[in-house]
C-alpha cells in the first residue's frame, strides 16, 4: 500500500516569491510514479507534475519543480515566481507498480498568494 | 475532446434519496476511476473499469453504492437510499492503461445530502 503525508500548515506566500510544498511517501514497490496536483476552489483537479521513480532528473514543467529526494522518500513541489492564480489546494499523489494504477493522495497543502 | 465531463455538478438531494451522476471519460482511455473526496481530504478511491469491466472496488464502496461503464465509454455512479455522511465532492478521472502521465480528473459532482 502507498501512503502520501503533507502535514503543512496552510501558507501564505508573497506574489512573486517562490514556495516548497512538502510531500513524504511510503511504499514498498520498486517502481512507483509521484504526481502533484492542484485543486483550485472550483474543484477540478489540474495535474502539473509527475516524477518516476526511475527518473535521474529532477522534473520541471514551466514554473513547477519537482525535488525528488529517493533515499528521504521526499517530492516536494517548488512553484517559482508565484502568482495570484496559485491560490489553490495542492496534492501529492502516488501510484503504485501493480494493479489499477489507482492514485493515493495525501490530505493537501493550501496555499493563498498575496499581492 | 474536450476532456472529463461530470454531470451534474451540484447536486442536493433528501436523505433516504436515490442520486445518479454521469461521468463521460475522455474517448481514448480504457481505464476510468471514481474518488470521493471529502472536506479538508484528498480524493479517496473508489472504483475503477477498465473498459466496460470493473476490476477493483474500495471497502469504502457500501452496498448502497453502485457503477457501471456499459459500453465502456461513459460510467455512472448510484447512490441508494443516501445518508448525511454520502456528502463529498465526487471525482471522476480517466487514463489509458499504460498511463504512467495521462490521469485526467473531471470538474466532480458535488453532493449534498440534507
Known amino acids: 500500500a502507498q501512503k502520501i503525508t503533507q502535514t503543512q500548515p496552510g501558507m501564505f506566500v508573497q506574489e512573486k516569491e517562490a514556495v516548497t510544498l512538502d510531500c513524504t511517501y511510503d511504499?514498498?514497490?520498486?517502481?512507483?510514479?509521484l504526481f502533484w496536483y492542484k485543486q483550485p476552489s472550483s474543484g477540478e483537479m489540474i495535474f502539473l507534475i509527475y516524477?518516476?521513480?526511475?527518473?535521474?532528473q529532477n522534473a520541471t514543467e514551466g514554473r513547477y519543480s519537482l525535488n525528488f529526494q529517493k533515499a528521504r522518500k521526499s517530492a516536494n513541489l517548488v512553484i517559482s515566481a508565484s502568482q495570484l492564480g496559485d491560490s489553490a489546494m495542492y496534492f501529492c499523489?502516488?501510484?503504485?507498480?501493480?494493479?489499477?494504477?489507482?492514485?493515493?493522495f495525501g490530505k493537501g497543502n493550501q496555499v493563498v498568494v498575496i499581492p | 475532446d474536450t476532456g472529463v465531463s461530470q454531470d451534474p455538478r451540484h447536486k442536493i438531494t433528501k436523505r433516504g434519496q436515490n442520486v445518479t451522476f454521469r461521468c463521460d471519460p475522455i474517448?481514448?482511455?480504457?481505464?476510468l476511476y471514481w474518488y470521493r473526496q471529502t472536506l479538508g481530504q484528498g480524493p479517496e478511491f473508489l472504483t475503477y473499469?477498465?473498459?466496460?469491466?470493473?476490476?477493483?472496488k474500495s471497502r469504502l464502496l457500501s452496498d448502497r453504492f453502485s457503477a457501471e461503464r456499459p459500453k465502456g465509454s461513459f460510467s455512472t455512479l448510484e447512490i441508494q437510499r443516501t445518508e448525511q455522511g454520502d456528502s463529498a465532492m465526487y471525482l471522476c478521472?480517466?487514463?489509458?492503461?499504460?498511463?504512467?502521465?495521462?490521469?485526467?480528473f473531471g470538474s466532480g459532482t458535488r453532493l449534498t445530502v440534507v
Open positions: 478521472a480517466s487514463s489509458l492503461i499504460s498511463g504512467s502521465y495521462g490521469y485526467t
Open positions: 511504499t514498498s514497490d520498486q517502481s512507483y510514479g
Open positions: 516524477q518516476g521513480s526511475y527518473d535521474e
Open positions: 499523489a502516488m501510484r503504485g507498480t501493480y494493479g489499477n494504477n489507482r492514485l493515493a
Open positions: 474517448s481514448e482511455h480504457n481505464r
Open positions: 473499469f477498465q473498459n466496460e469491466a470493473q476490476l477493483e
